[in-house]
């Protein structure tokens, strides 16, 4: 195998193996993560703006979901020390990089983009003998900024989005606009699965409609948040007909509204918002 095969068969294939069997709406099939309590105050907190409640609050949303009080309390303790909460004066909230992750996560709801005119962004990895840790942040910084790598040291996508590059970038790699020479849609299809994402994304929309016990909504909402974070977030022009990106957000808001109004009552004592 060579090294652009190789390069790409390592992202898509978690995308595709996700979809290889059959698409039922059942937890098993859809890979939905079993709710516990730790899940529970943390995708409460994510979804919460901003993202800090007293702890009888979150003991009420893990009382809807039938996780007992105490069990809340003990993931708390532990989540505080393992360094995604912070605690002050019977209140929970999020650490730096949890808010991080909310802020994508935010962002991946409504992303910024701008009028594509066709080029792509090009980062060449130039700086040597990095470490591990240097190395590992640079992927992370790119995964998160959505660019594809098209091969060893190359990453690219096309220039349609609105963000900061963070410094990691800056300290390894040099940076260009360009442009295939080729068809720039058979290139967004080598870098990203689009078609193992579209299919996911189908299956999360019926489970949406599916949904009907305030667990499996939740379960669920969770899992749409989890896939919206890997949507290339491509221009039109490079993406399959029927793509379902803008309807799954779309469904996604409108859940999510049902959702925080059931939930409103558990997360104040008075039921405001």
Excluded: K
């Excluded at 967004?188 to 009907?212: E, H, I, K, V």
């Amino acid at each position: 195998m060579d090294d652009d095969t190789s390069v790409r068969a390592s992202i898509r294939g978690p995308v595709r193996d996700s979809v290889r069997a059959p698409v039922r709406d059942d937890a098993r099939h859809l890979g939905l993560r079993p709710l516990t309590a730790r899940s529970i105050v943390l995708s409460t907190l994510l979804g919460h703006h901003p993202p800090r409640l007293p702890a009888r609050a979150l003991v009420r949303v893990g009382e809807l979901f039938g996780i007992a009080e105490g069990t809340v309390r003990v993931a708390l303790s532990r989540m505080v020390a393992a360094g995604d909460l912070q605690q002050d004066d019977g209140t929970y909230g999020l650490t730096a990089r949890l808010l991080e992750r909310q802020a994508r996560q935010d962002e991946s709801r409504t992303p910024r983009t701008r009028r594509w005119t066709g080029g792509w962004e090009i980062a060449v990895v130039t700086a040597e003998a990095r470490p591990a840790a240097e190395r590992t942040a640079l992927r992370q910084a790119m995964a998160e900024l959505r660019l594809a790598e098209l091969r060893e040291g190359t990453w690219l996508r096309p220039g349609n989005l609105e963000r900061t590059r963070p410094p990691v970038i800056a300290r390894q790699c040099t940076l260009f606009t360009g442009a295939p020479d080729g068809d720039p849609a058979e290139l967004a299809r080598g870098l990203w699965d689009l078609d193992g994402w579209a299919a996911r994304a189908g299956a999360l929309l019926a489970a949406l409609s599916d949904a009907t016990s305030p667990a499996g909504r939740f379960t669920v909402s969770a899992a749409v948040l989890r896939h919206l974070l890997a949507d290339p977030l491509l221009p039109d022009a490079l993406l399959p007909p029927d793509w379902p990106g803008t309807e799954l957000r779309r469904r996604y808001d409108s859940f999510e509204a049902e959702l925080r109004e059931l939930l409103r009552q558990y997360v104040t004592p008075d039921g405001a918002a």
